[in-house]
């Protein structure tokens, strides 16, 4: 059977206009070469032309960064305050394929600062609720849930084949089985955490020291001695999750595309606007 992606490429030149095409005759071309949606974006950048819905990536990537972007594979562990927000714009900007996983449902407490929770979604799956979330947004990208607390095995069984992971987590001490099982499996690490208008990202390589080792665990998840996280104690507010969560979203972004990051972490402050980058 012929390999329907170069004539898929041809009609995708022909039907584009002015160097772009819409979602709309993507998808009827997708049907008529019997491929789905992700495979005719991917085609699109291949025949130099946008897909319309990532035309203002234009200024800052290249058609070949876009395709990058539609080609990778991305493991989001968290889909709370971080991964709410950061799902969103991996999502937006056109990550290919994410897995999604989380254990948790939606509580009342949680709809001041996650962005995928609504009170119609109080007691539902924050994976699940993911996966609706994504399809509307970008139905190209192919969203997988896991509706699960992961331990290390099954952190190394999901890393496999993926080109990065993402920590969306609380606490410290949770965040060592990811650490260790993107070491395992040779996949880099970007991790945030949040706590009152305070925040932190770093890029973790494969086998390197992450935050865990930074800032010290605690015995019980980055416990005080009082027993309280700094999230606790602190508060989690809106404006600091999506703060992280787009520097992590920017992190991401620079190494899927082959940029490379930025050594060291970012530390910020939103309650007197500093930013300072930590070379540990």
Known sequence: MPDPLPQLEIAIRHAARAGRIAEDVLRELAIAAGVDLLATQQAACRAGIWPARYARNARQLSLRDQLALLQSRVLLVGLGGLGGWLLEQLVRMGVGAITGVDGDCFEESNLNRQSLGNTAQLGQSKAEVAAARVAGINPAVHFTPVPRFADKILLIRLLRGMDLALDALGGLACRLPLQEAAAATGVPLVS???????GWVAVVPPGQAGPVQWLGTGETCGT?????????ELGNLAPTAAA?????????????IGRGAAPGMCVFDLADGTFQRVRL
Request: net charge negative; glycine share 10%; aromatic share 0%.
């Open 192 to 198: 945030a955490g949040i706590a009152g208008l305070t």
């Open 224 to 232: 005080d001695e009082t027993g309280a996280s700094p999230e606790e």
């Open 244 to 256: 992280a969560a787009s520097l992590q979203a920017a992190e991401a972004l620079k190494l899927l």
